[in-house]
C-alpha cells in the first residue's frame, strides 16, 4: 500500500462481480492492491492477468499460481493474452493515470513538487522524454499539447515562455519549467495550473488518450458476454472517452440505429461511483476520481 494506495477498492472490484472460477484482468498492476482484493475472491480455479509497463511494479509482483504479470502496456491487451492462449475473460479493471509512487518518486518527474530532471516517462523503454516535448516541439504544436490535454485556456501564452526560455539555456528541470512560465501562472491558482502543464506534457510523452482509446475498443472483443468493465478515471479528458465508449462503442458522433431504431451498442450502462468524503480525507489523491461501471452485452 505504501507504492499505491487503491482509490475505490472495494467498490471498484465489486463492480467485476468475481466468479470463483472467472478469469480477469488488471490492466494497471502499480502496488497490486486491486489484483490482490481480486486474488481474495477468487477460488482455485480463477485466474488474474495483470498488466503494468512501469519496470518499478515488476517488484511487486504476486507469488500466486493463479497470478501472471505481464510487463507490457495495456494497449497489447488482447495480443497479450493470446500468447496465454486466453481469447476472452470474465471482467477487466482499469486505475488510470499516474501511481502514487510514480509520483513520490522525484527522479520520474512527474511531480510539481520536486526540481527533477523533466522525465515523466511511465516506462523506460519510451524514447521521449518531457525535456524533449519541452525543449524540440514546435511552440504551435506545443500550445496545442497544453491546450488539448491540460485544458489551458492561456496555452498560447505557456507556449511562447517556454520557446523564448530555452532560447537562453535547455529547460532540463521541472523547476526549469516553473521558471519559465512563472509570469503568467497565478499565484492564487499556481498549484492547479502548473498541475495542468505538467498533466498535458506527460499525456504527450505517454501518448496516454490514444492508448486508453485502444484499450476501449479492445475491452469489447475481450470481455465475454455478461462480462464487466471496471475503469477509475482521474481527469476529464480519460473520463470522457470511457463514457462515451460505454454509452456508444464510439468516441465521436453516435452509433448507427438499426432497422427498428435501436442503438447498436457493446455496453449496457452501470452506475457511476464517486469516492466518499472520508476516503478523500485519508487519501487526497482519490478527490477527482470517477469509476464507471459496464456490462458487456
Known amino acids: 500500500m505504501s507504492y499505491h494506495n487503491p482509490v475505490l477498492l472495494v467498490e471498484s472490484i465489486d463492480g467485476l462481480e468475481i466468479k470463483e472460477d472467472g478469469t480477469y484482468v488488471d490492466v494497471t498492476f502499480g502496488g497490486g492492491g486491486h489484483s490482490r482484493e481480486i486474488l481474495k475472491r477468487l477460488g482455485p480455479e480463477g485466474r488474474l492477468f495483470a498488466f503494468d509497463q512501469d519496470e518499478d511494479a515488476l517488484d511487486n509482483a504476486i507469488d500466486d499460481a493463479r497470478f501472471v504479470l505481464i510487463h507490457a502496456n495495456f494497449k497489447a491487451l488482447k495480443t497479450e493474452l493470446l500468447s496465454y492462449q486466453v481469447q476472452q475473460v470474465d471482467g477487466i479493471l482499469a486505475d488510470l493515470g499516474v501511481s502514487s509512487h510514480q509520483f513520490d518518486e522525484e527522479e520520474r518527474g512527474f511531480s510539481t513538487r520536486f526540481d527533477a530532471a523533466l522525465d515523466m516517462r511511465m516506462s523506460k523503454k519510451f524514447e521521449r522524454t518531457a525535456f524533449d516535448v519541452v525543449n524540440f516541439y514546435e511552440e504551435e504544436a506545443l500550445a496545442n499539447v497544453l491546450f488539448l490535454y491540460g485544458e489551458l485556456r492561456n496555452s498560447r501564452v505557456l507556449a ?16 526549469e519549467l516553473k521558471q519559465a512560465i512563472a509570469k503568467y501562472v497565478p ?11 505538467f498533466q498535458a506534457i506527460r499525456i504527450e510523452v505517454n501518448e496516454e488518450l490514444e492508448v486508453l ?16 468493465l471496471s475503469v477509475i478515471a482521474y481527469h476529464s479528458l480519460e473520463d470522457r472517452l470511457v463514457k462515451r465508449y460505454i454509452r456508444s462503442g464510439m468516441f465521436e458522433g453516435e452509433p448507427e440505429r438499426d432497422v427498428y431504431g435501436n442503438y447498436s451498442v457493446p455496453f449496457k450502462k452501470g452506475k457511476l461511483i464517486v469516492p466518499t468524503a472520508s476516503e478523500i480525507a485519508t487519501n487526497n489523491r482519490a478527490r477527482s476520481a470517477k469509476l464507471r461501471l459496464a456490462t458487456k452485452l
Open 187 to 197: 499565484k492564487a491558482k499556481e498549484h492547479k495550473v502548473l498541475a495542468q502543464v
Open 160 to 175: 511562447k515562455c517556454i520557446v523564448t526560455a530555452r532560447k537562453e539555456k535547455e529547460i532540463s528541470t521541472s523547476f
Open 213 to 228: 482509446k485502444s484499450f476501449l475498443t479492445q475491452t469489447d472483443q475481450v470481455l465475454k458476454p455478461g462480462g464487466k
